[in-house]
């Protein structure tokens, strides 16, 4: 295969790529919030997931000071703001290829149907109404219900976890505590089952780090006893009083005693002799 050949069909395959996502924006905009959920042209790691909530928050944000604030004041003709018309303005103005497309269309359709039910669950654990909430806040939450209720496979601590990632890149410095304790009390509620699986698991994981604690203190302790043992059964120095040579008052024995007298004698007799000369 030449190279013009190999250019031309990824020209081809570039422009039919274009057509299909001008036609998925040209049918969002008309009213169909029918999304495809299955896109495999575009990325569905964990990052693209992450960079779906971010997406979906800032569309939520949105929706919510405009379409949402409207229907709640009884404004409706207002209304002139839906969320599938703000998803496609974000799909044609931002380069979305390294999200998941799926999971952004699928927040920005379920959550905006589902506000009623998601905001009686935040209310629970709240300790103000929700329309005092921060918008930013009110949006994170809105997407971390929307998870623990209806994706069952995103274990709850993910939950948690990207909820305080959204909140340090748009919320508030203090928001944090909030959002984590609304979210960690409906996790309870929610996912009963898997919170005390968890709880369990680090119950087990604290009793094996006390007991290997606590072998190890016992075993230091046994090596020290051994340690003291030895020490009191090695031989000590004999406990009587060593003569030093500068104490004359300490009795010499018979034995030095004779071998003093004989120097004496060998000393006067010498004496004697040089007396005569």
Same mark, same amino acid.
């Given at each position: 295969?030449?190279? =013009?050949?190999?250019? &031309?069909?990824? &020209?081809? !395959? ?11 924006? &040209? ?5 169909? =919030? ?9 990325? +569905? ?10 997406? *979906? $928050? %800032? ?6 000071? +405009? ?13 002139? /703001? ?13 380069? $979305?290829? +390294? ?8 927040? $920005? ?16 654990? #709240? ?14 939450? #809105? ?5 623990? %209720?209806?994706? $069952? ?21 203090? *928001?944090?505590?909030?959002?984590? @304790?609304? #979210? ?5 509620? #929610?996912?009963?089952?898997?919170? %005390?699986?968890?709880?369990?698991? /680090? ?9 290997? %604690? ?7 302790? !046994? @090596? &020290?006893?051994?340690?003291?043992? @030895? ?13 030093? *040579? ?20 060998? @000393?006067?007799?010498? /004496?004697?002799?040089?007396? !005569?000369?």
């Amino acid at each position: 295969m030449t190279d =013009q050949l190999k250019r &031309a069909i990824s &020209a081809a !395959k570039t422009a039919q790529a274009n057509q299909a996502e001008a036609t998925r924006i &040209a049918s969002s905009s008309a009213g169909d =919030q029918t999304f495809d959920m299955s896109e495999s042209s575009y990325k +569905t790691s964990h990052t693209a997931i992450r960079k779906a909530r971010r997406f *979906a $928050m %800032q569309g939520l944000y949105e929706w919510l000071v +405009t379409d949402r604030r409207f229907d709640v004041d009884g404004k409706l003709g207002w209304k002139d /703001n839906a969320p599938h018309d703000i998803a496609a303005r974000t799909r044609a103005t931002n380069a $979305m290829h +390294t999200v998941h497309i799926g999971y952004y269309h699928e927040m $920005m359709r379920d959550i905006p149907e589902q506000i009623d039910a998601l905001d009686a669950l935040i209310s629970q654990h #709240l300790d103000r109404e929700i329309d005092k909430l921060d918008t930013v806040e009110h949006a994170i939450l #809105l997407i971390g219900a929307y998870e623990l %209720q209806n994706r $069952m496979e995103i274990p709850y601590k993910v939950v948690l976890d990207e909820a305080m990632k959204l909140n340090n890149h748009f919320g508030a410095t203090d *928001a944090h505590k909030l959002i984590n @304790a609304v #979210l960690d009390k409906m996790a309870g509620e #929610l996912r009963a089952l898997e919170v %005390q699986a968890d709880t369990n698991a /680090n119950l087990r994981t604290s009793q094996k780090a006390a007991a290997k %604690q606590e072998a190890t203190v016992a075993d230091n302790a !046994k @090596a &020290a006893s051994e340690t003291t043992d @030895a020490i009191d059964a090695a031989p000590t120095a004999s406990s009587k009083p060593r003569i030093s *040579a500068n104490k004359t008052n300490v009795k010499r024995s018979s034995a030095s005693k004779t071998s003093a007298n004989i120097s004496d004698f060998k @000393a006067s007799k010498k /004496n004697a002799n040089d007396t !005569k000369d």
